[in-house]
């Protein structure tokens, strides 16, 4: 039996996190890359001109030569990768969902959009039934998917198995983000070198409006968010890679550290998840160490695509303290979206 | 009129924070460094060879000459700082109480006494009263004032204005603190270099503990402690200087943010203490741009004596969020137990 | 007597530099600032809003609120210190020099120019018999006096004292440079955070051209550069101030290290030069210490207007080896173009 | 066909060199941990236990509970591994040595010995014959082979291609070497964050005297140095892993910069070390970008065991300039000596 791979589109490929699918896409088992699409800065040079390759190692050699395409939607490709600012996003995603394209956003463009799924496959892929309605109301043949927020992604994971054991009422989230997250150039290094920037634009609503998303449920197919009353904190820090976040939170049944810890560790997504390629063994790794997870030693656990919880203990005013270590720019950004895109052909919304 | 100054000495003044009372004592008005005093080690050395001089600049040149003590309460001294490990300055600075020296700690070892007066001169100079019973019950010619944990100095700080004019209930406390807090060679590079630590020993249960005792009153002689609760999470970040602290704050009375904003940058503490050679002009600075305070920018504000307060905003969860910076080796070490030594001699418990 | 200040104004007042000079002219001796100016970008803005402050601290209060003006050459000054970056310098600075103004730049457009003086005044001061030629064959009633690149300027203060004794010949000069002196946004923090960049574009050659250039001599008004054959590897790293540098040197005469090291311990410029307000007392400290200098540790001494020179060893291939930290920002750029107005004072180039 | 895998011993395996064999080894083809061994602090407790794990990831998990041995030549081993500082090296290697075992050490302590061979197997693989003297002269029945220090392999890598073609005569080297080169707890964070320490005891030495030996020849089965007169600087960086030298070469042939770039690009060791399991495709990878090589990016080239060179051009007191990074934990430690093990069972000096 032959396999035949599916063509995918990365849309803004020359970009920070576009490297990172380039990268993630080069040995994918499921899907090749058929086009790299960027700005007209880029589209029309060889890939590795129109792009400064800011990550660890060199693009794959046959796609250095490759052609940079505009972002106009006739890509030979059946799902789209886009790591677009939401700006270009929201006008480019729709053009190559309305031409019948699967768009996999890692962008906040239409995150907020009621009939858009925002996925996080081991902890909602039921959100998916958002797309019928999506393509019907607007009249698309194809779609849009959206990752969400890369510190999002480490507190939705680290709350999830919690929510659904003990129920989740109040969270305190105070981040310490790695520069990856604001793309390049990003943050000039006279902002951030032997230094702490208490301030991310955007980012702590996102967490506050993301995570109620992420957690909430489909009740005859309208999403109600979960009701999770939310403080965060964004701080950006000198750190590569890996975002570090401390949360405080207050549960409606007390559960005991052990647990808590158990739930944690024991958590699996549904059956199908669980055998993507891009799905970790376990979505929560838990430390036991006392000064564990830090980003640097633990954002890479399992191909960087599980999020790492330590120092469970109580907490004097909520019920329990821990801190959560996600990749932001594997899980966070493009493995995430990845992932998402690996559940859009298991359950059948793209077929080859 | 001659004025003549009052002889110090300083106790563990090879370590980090005892340069900082070396650096800072150099030209103070009232006090000169008549002995340097340090463990076995370093007893007998000249200054220059027994300490490796760890912060910017040099020992002022007739300082590194001079022949390093050891830790017999016998110096030429009225007054002693303490910079000591906790562990050793258990035993010491009671012999230099009980030998008559008025004791000026930076170390944890008798903050929790109930006898011991843990003082921020613009928060609780009336916790002094508290030397009296302490010499009484321990029968010491001399005493101990304590300075609180540097990260604590910074929460207190920020939280005493609102403490008397609001109320202050509960507190969520998340810190990012520099690596000079840990002492030399403290934090290894190893371990920090691009990283975050989430994890320092004790940090959390002295922030939890002192912030109440600073935050106490005094009744018929007794101290009482506030009634706050406090959830801290500690975190180090290779920062060099300043430790950042995120709060979230819940108060008895509900103040609008311009309320809190102006009750901070009104803050002073009792005139006496305002007259203070050490004392900043300010003991809070307000920053009203989006992105501060930040540790490597605003840690040196009113020669790093004042704290940095900035994000003064809505909490989803309690009442305000804001953001703190706090020098750690100056106000929050060396510069705080210097500021309560003047205030000693402001209120007569020290004389030339 | 009445002293009256000398107006100056700063152009390119908003960037990096600029920021640098208005510091350290908002309490100068013998300067007041009497006009900001930048692009069209800032000009009619109050200063503090026209600018991202990047350096510790606040821009005095009354300076703040000053409006940006435009780099049109009718400022109420006499003399001008110029920011400018390089492409815009060549136009600007011509017509301010044209239009009457002594320009004190730090920017690169002149600096080759055979009649415009590149002066560092304890090594140079005699350069400055070129602004009467420049005059004359320019036709301008102002003039332009050069600073040297940072870099460049620490190789040559360590150079010259050397040269003047024993004859330098030959240099290896391999430098590990602050990211400050990129300017802001300048390095993006994903490219040197716990990085090393091994190129800076035009570095080695101005520091090959402009050390020639500084230790050259006049004869009949006509500049001789010195014949120095110097090899320069240009390395940025993770450092916020203050530029190493690795020297190997070849001499004439062959001096044992101690004789150099009293060399350059005793250096003075000429005695005119050691009277001006921002002259450091001795303008090499050499440092004793295996391990030093270091850049955070050294790049404040003296007001970081001396260069620090340390493990002055020798050199199995040239003669001797030697380190040395120079503060890019202070001696190597707004620092050192305020001394070369200084002694334009001083010399009667410029009256109030 | 069954193949029975090596059983080898970690002698110094807590520390962060033997770490990084322990991370190596885990899945050789070759080679099996039968023994960890380390000091009396750390014999007798599982390995999870005695060692702080300081490298990305975790210990495999069957050696986490792995008792540690004590350094007695008695371990159920083949081949051994020395992690060992240089202190206790040189009487546990004679030991083992003397008890039969093949000593493959990272450790300096016989490194300058004529009668061990210091090697890198694409350079001088040759210098294996020294071992039949070592033995006879030394009445060992087991032998020692040494890897070089981190920095010097690195420009030995870079020269010996050059040396081979062209003849090296004179050479300046400045290093910027990362902190893991320190071991752990190695350098203070307080000294190296936003700092550069331009001082390294010993390595300057050793770069000048280890490269001779590694480019140096056999004749009548004694080692010839190389004459290359080498002038080092070392200096210590805030860089996690790889090391960056700056180099200025001097040749008897004087090469074209293209002629020097095919050079490099084309080397290859003897057939038989090409085919090692450890070996990488290139020993050197030349890079053709501006800015390049730089630590972050490129030490993991090769999985961590090429030198990366770029930065090829001429200098104007020497031949030609170039800058080299090498992985100093991998291919400058553990990956080196790895190599040389696997040269020796190539070669039948250690068989199953």
Known sequence: MTFRKIPVAILGATGAVGQRFVHL??????????????????????????????????????????????????????????????????????????????????????????????VIPELNADHLVLIGRQRRERGWSGFIVASPNCTTTGIAMTLKPLDAAFGVRKVVATTL??????????????????????????????????TCQLLGSIAAGVRQDAEIVISAHANRVPVLDGHTICLSVGFEQVPAVAEAVAVLHAYQGPPDVQGLPSAPQHPVVVRSEPDRPQPRRDRDI?????????????????????????HNTLRGAAGGAILNAELLVARGFVTA
């Open 302 to 326: 399992l191909d960087g695509m599980a999020v790492s919880v330590g120092r469970v203990r109580s907490c004097p005013l909520l019920t329990l303290r821990m801190v959560t270590v996600v």
């Open 177 to 210: 983000q790695a520069i990856s997250g604001a793309g390049y150039p990003g943050v000039a290094s006279l902002d951030i070198l032997g230094n702490v920037v208490p301030f991310i634009p955007g980012e702590e609503e996102k967490i506050q409006k993301e």
């Open 25 to 118: 896409l080069a040995h994918h088992p499921w899907f090749e890359i058929a086009a790299l699409a960027a700005s007209e800065r880029s589209a029309g040079k060889p890939y590795a001109e129109a792009c400064k390759w800011v990550i660890p190692g060199d693009p794959a050699p046959e796609l250095q030569a490759q052609i940079v395409r505009d972002l106009t939607p006739d890509v030979p490709a059946t799902l789209v990768f886009s790591a677009l600012p939401a700006n270009v996003a929201r006008e480019v995603e729709a053009d190559f969902a309305a031409a019948g394209y699967a768009v996999c956003s890692n962008a906040s463009a239409y995150r907020y959009d009621p009939d858009v799924p925002l």
